[in-house]
Structure formats: C-alpha cells, structure tokens
C-alpha cells in the first residue's frame, strides 16, 4: 500500500469513535427544538432592521428635503423631485426613486459651492452674519 | 406548521429540503438522521474537541436549515453541510481563542478529549490529526471531502466554489504535508 492510500485509509478511520457516540436521534430533537425557537428570533430581528431603515430614510429624505430648500433653482428637477417624495408615503417609493433622492442629496451634500467663511471649521460656530453670508451662497 | 409529507428511506434529500421549506419538522428531523454522523466524522476529523461535537452538529445544522434558501443544488446537501461545519468549526476556535481556552490549531483534540479513547488511538491515526491542525484550512477541509468522505473533485470544488483543478492541487498539497508528518 503507498503512503497516500494509508492516508487514505486513516482519514476514513478519523473521527469514527465521535461518531459513533453521537445520540442521533437526540441531536435530531434538539435541532428541530432549537428550529421552533427561530421564527421568533427572526421575526424580532427583521422589526428591528426595518425600524433601522425606517429612521436612515427619515433623516435621509428630511436632509434631502432640507437642502432643496435652500438650493432653489440650483437644481430644480432635483428639489421638485425630491419634495414630490416626501409629499408620499415613503411605502410608495420604489428603490429607483430612493436612489435618485440619495444621489441628489450625495451631490448637494458633496458640493463646494457653499461659501463657508475663511478660517470656520463647523458651521455652529457661526454668527448671524455670517450664516446668512453662506444662506445667501446657497441659494445661487 | 405543515402537515408532514408521506415518506419512503427513498425519499430524496431534495423531497426532504423541499418539505422542510415548507415547515415540516419532520423532514428536518430525517435530515438530521442522515447526515448527522458523516458530519461528526468531518468535524472531529477537522479538530473538533470530542467534547464538542456534538453541539457542533446542532450548531451546523441549525445554520444550514436557516439558510436553506441558499442551497441551490450546487452539490449534494451532505457536502454543503459539511462545508457549513467547517465555518462553524472555524467560529469555534476564533471563540474560543477569544476566551484563551485553548486555540484550535493547538490540538484541542489531544487536550480535552477522553484519555482512553486517544490511547486507543493508533499513532498513525494521532499523527495524521494533529497533521491535519498544521495545514492551512482549505487544504484541511478540502484532504476530508476527499480523503475521509470520498468525494469527487468536481462535487469538492462545487461546494468550495473553487475548480476542480484548485481541489486537486489543495488535495496533492495537502497529502504532501502529511505524508512527510506521518511517515
């Protein structure tokens, strides 16, 4: 016999003792007992999940929202777009039109036309003056 | 739950999958029977602790009836089964590597399993599985399909979603190794 068949041999015979000890039959009523309890885990989690989502397109939508506001003009397909959605029920929206909102709020968010004051590194440090400077850049 | 469909032993793994999608415990169950030992074989081979093989079953099990959705055919259900072990298996050790038991890789096997059961053991047979904690994981799994399972390479290399020549040259690796620990 060569060295591969005796591994070969060996590795069948690996294991064989765990194997034998194993109660199937109790391992199978255990399995399908820890199967009921499943439902409910899942269940518990997919409310969790959708709450999750639920509260990201909210701030999503209302950021989206918000910044079209204050673009007005800038990019009016968006804006309109946008405030179209928000006026429906989000149920209503189809992963397309998420999408879109998304995209739309990526680029406003991601825009370097908002003129923030030189030497400002958060927009709460802000006075009056200067928020609407930044206001008035925003709207184009 | 659904009523439990009329079975033969001739039922087919695929009729029984098919029945547990639709919420028959019992065909879970049959399943269970089936592949409960191959897979305890697979996973003590792999390092499982003699002590823990028996949860590790159920654990692997569980986790492969709750994805079944994901099985589509591409191998037999044994050999998907057995591949789910091996990630169990592998959670294990990363678990219990976390509590410092003691890794995995370290030969748990010689440590907590029983005594007398490894003084039974023939030396060839120790040193082929403390062999097998020396190579890299996918050499392991794919040296147990083959060698301990007897599975093809094209049956290995669908359930590793690898090819069947990857599988060949793990399997060769693998048997190389082995030889020069064992011999």
């Not at chain 1, 109790?26 to 997919?46: D, G």
């Amino acid at each position: 016999m060569n060295d591969e068949a005796r591994l070969e041999n060996l590795a069948k015979r690996l294991g064989a003792a765990a194997a034998e000890r194993l109660d199937v039959a109790t391992t199978a009523r255990n399995v399908v007992e820890r199967l009921r309890e499943q439902p409910v885990r899942r269940a518990l989690w997919l409310h969790q999940t959708w709450l999750r989502i639920a509260a990201a397109l909210v701030i999503v939508l209302g950021g989206a929202v918000v910044a079209s506001r204050l673009t007005p003009g800038r990019h009016p397909g968006v804006s309109a777009h946008a405030a179209h959605f928000v006026a429906d029920d989000l149920g209503d929206l189809s992963a397309e039109e998420l999408r879109a909102v998304l995209a739309a709020f990526d680029e406003m968010v991601g825009s370097n036309s908002v003129a923030v004051p030189e030497g400002s590194t958060d927009l709460r440090e802000l006075d009056a003056h200067q928020l609407r400077a930044v206001l008035r850049s925003l709207e184009g | 739950m659904a009523n439990p469909l009329p079975r033969t032993d001739a039922a087919s793994d695929a009729t029984l999958i098919a029945a547990w999608r639709d919420g028959d415990e019992q065909a879970a169950a049959e399943l269970v029977g089936r592949h409960a030992r191959p897979l305890a074989r697979f996973l003590a081979g792999a390092g499982a602790p003699e002590a823990d093989v028996d949860d590790l079953v159920q654990e692997t099990f569980i986790r492969a009836f709750r994805s079944v959705d994901r099985f589509r055919g591409q191998c037999q259900f044994r050999t998907w089964l057995l591949t789910i072990g091996g990630n169990v298996l592998k959670d294990f050790g990363r678990r219990a590597a976390r509590r410092k038991v003691l890794p995995l890789d370290d030969g748990v096997r010689d440590a907590t399993g029983d005594p007398h059961e490894h003084a039974e053991a023939s030396e060839a047979e120790a040193l082929l599985a403390a062999g097998l904690q020396q190579l890299p994981r996918l050499q392991r799994e794919v040296f147990l399909l083959r060698a301990q399972q007897g599975l093809e390479y094209e049956e290995i290399a669908a359930a590793l979603a690898t090819t069947p020549g990857a599988a060949r040259v793990h399997y060769h690796h693998a048997v190389r190794r082995l030889k020069e620990i064992v011999a």
